[in-house]
């Protein structure tokens, strides 16, 4: 391996790499062989979240009216940058259209 600043080791000398795909190099200690007939959920231990503390959450109006003001905003701002990179593009689109016309002899 080598010297990692803590003084030369014998057993960080003598120490040998894993063999690749060897049952030692993998987090779970083995192959797939387990997950067969298993769901993934029963293996990694995974729940499903439930979002039934929003549904009995209750907000305010003031809290309702600030959130539509964000997202009426938030669309604006996403039309407007929508709008102009068309336009950007077209513009673009154009000026090579017409310098190539030109270099090209079309028109």
Same mark, same amino acid.
């Given at each position: 391996m080598g010297y990692n600043g803590l003084g030369m080791q014998r057993w960080i000398s003598t120490m040998k790499p894993r063999k690749f795909l /060897? #049952?030692? /190099? #993998?987090?779970?200690?083995g192959g797939m062989e387990h997950l067969f007939n298993q769901e993934i959920e029963h293996y990694f231990h995974l729940k499903k979240n439930k979002l039934d503390k929003l549904l009995k959450k209750k907000y305010s109006l003031q809290y309702k009216e600030k959130l539509k003001r964000?997202? /009426?905003?938030?669309?604006?701002?996403?039309?407007?940058f929508t709008l102009l990179s068309i336009i950007i593009s077209f513009g673009i689109l154009l000026l090579l259209f017409f310098y190539f016309g030109a270099k090209m002899q079309v028109f």
């Amino acid at each position: 391996m080598g010297y990692n600043g803590l003084g030369m080791q014998r057993w960080i000398s003598t120490m040998k790499p894993r063999k690749f795909l /060897s #049952k030692r /190099s #993998k987090p779970d200690g083995g192959g797939m062989e387990h997950l067969f007939n298993q769901e993934i959920e029963h293996y990694f231990h995974l729940k499903k979240n439930k979002l039934d503390k929003l549904l009995k959450k209750k907000y305010s109006l003031q809290y309702k009216e600030k959130l539509k003001r964000q997202i /009426s905003d938030e669309h604006r701002r996403n039309t407007i940058f929508t709008l102009l990179s068309i336009i950007i593009s077209f513009g673009i689109l154009l000026l090579l259209f017409f310098y190539f016309g030109a270099k090209m002899q079309v028109f």
